[in-house]
């Protein structure tokens, strides 16, 4: 038990250096190629940050556990929306741009949508199973590849706000920060996520709440320490575009990919944590337009992260067996 608990905690330490070095070097690379921090928060930072989705789900869906796959994604993205957003808000109150408000919130409620839409075959299409079906998937990927268009097309825009002063890097050191951030957020990622299932194993808990709770918090990790460490620094772009990029990343790509290699059985029960998904989604939009225009206050973060804590309690009070 002392060990688990070391290593946990030893993986924790791993992730949040791991996320200082990858915002240090993402937004140099920004900076030096005269991309807006939003544009790398939204590709580069968010494609590393959902490497552990990515891994999890794969493997997963080989296994042929597609619960797992689909709770990951879903689970995370929950996560993401509630938890991180509530806690990084609440470090630093977030500036949010325009196009970000116009674009990426909606497209990430579409991204919702459109999942809901192939994968309940079953309630939607009179279908006998309900299931994520390579032609599903290739929609999926289509949708994303229409997203990595979009975010061509804005990269070269400028931050409507006054950024935080951003050291910059030689080329070299640059990439290599952002390459040695990522390999770090896995490996503390991976850490976290082994150790936190033993000792989740060890208290009673079941396989379920793990998957729904342990698991895909474990790996939206990185998403945390990123963004946190994007808010503390005042990177609020990084902050708010790694959480959004990272949901619509999650949904179109891993989801797509996964899909791909594997055909998945959706599990109807799901739809709840869809629906709190897409409710979240909606929530942060009319946010938007309350008190301070385009800014995620603290009280509106502190509004998301007790939501989620009310999701979390609500998933363990329905397993059979808990109170």
Not at 20 to 30: K, R
Not at 83 to 91: A, E, N, R, T, W
Not at 106 to 123: E, F, G, K, R, T
């Amino acid at each position: 038990m002392i060990l688990t608990v070391s290593l946990l905690l030893l993986g924790f330490a791993v992730l949040i250096q791991g996320a200082d070095f990858l915002v240090s070097g993402a937004s140099s690379i920004a900076k030096k190629m005269g991309i807006s921090t939003l544009a790398i928060g939204l590709t580069v930072v968010a494609f590393g940050t959902s490497t552990p989705e990515l891994i999890v789900s794969l493997l997963s869906a080989i296994d042929g556990k597609s619960d797992a796959s689909f709770g990951n994604i879903i689970g995370s993205n929950n996560f993401n929306l509630l938890f991180i957003l509530g806690i990084s808000g609440m470090i630093y109150p977030l500036v949010v741009q325009r196009n970000t408000i116009r674009y990426e919130i909606p497209i990430s409620i579409v991204a919702v949508i459109v999942l809901y839409l192939l994968v309940n075959d079953v309630l939607l299409w009179q279908a006998k199973t309900n299931q994520l079906t390579r032609v599903d998937s290739f929609i999926l990927l289509v949708f994303f590849l229409i997203f990595m268009l979009y975010i061509y097309r804005t990269m070269k825009l400028e931050s409507e706000y006054e950024e935080t002063p951003v050291k910059i890097y030689t080329t070299f050191v640059s990439v290599l920060l952002t390459i040695i951030g990522l390999i770090m957020l896995v490996a503390g990622g991976k850490l976290v996520v082994n150790n936190a299932v033993e000792l989740a194993r060890h208290f009673g808990l079941s396989e379920k709440i793990i998957g729904l709770t342990i698991l895909a918090a474990g790996t939206s990790l990185p998403e945390l320490a990123t963004s946190a460490v994007a808010a503390y620094k005042k990177n609020t772009d990084i902050a708010i575009g790694n959480v959004v990029g990272s949901n619509i990343f999650n949904i179109f790509f891993i989801l797509g990919v996964t899909g791909m290699v594997r055909p998945m059985q959706f599990n109807a029960a799901m739809n709840f944590d869809m629906y709190v998904l897409g409710l979240s989604s909606f929530i942060l939009m009319i946010f938007m337009f309350t008190l301070n225009m385009r800014k995620l206050d603290r009280w509106e973060s502190f509004i998301l992260l007790i939501g989620y804590i009310v999701y979390v309690i609500f998933l363990i009070g329905m397993e059979p067996g808990t109170v």
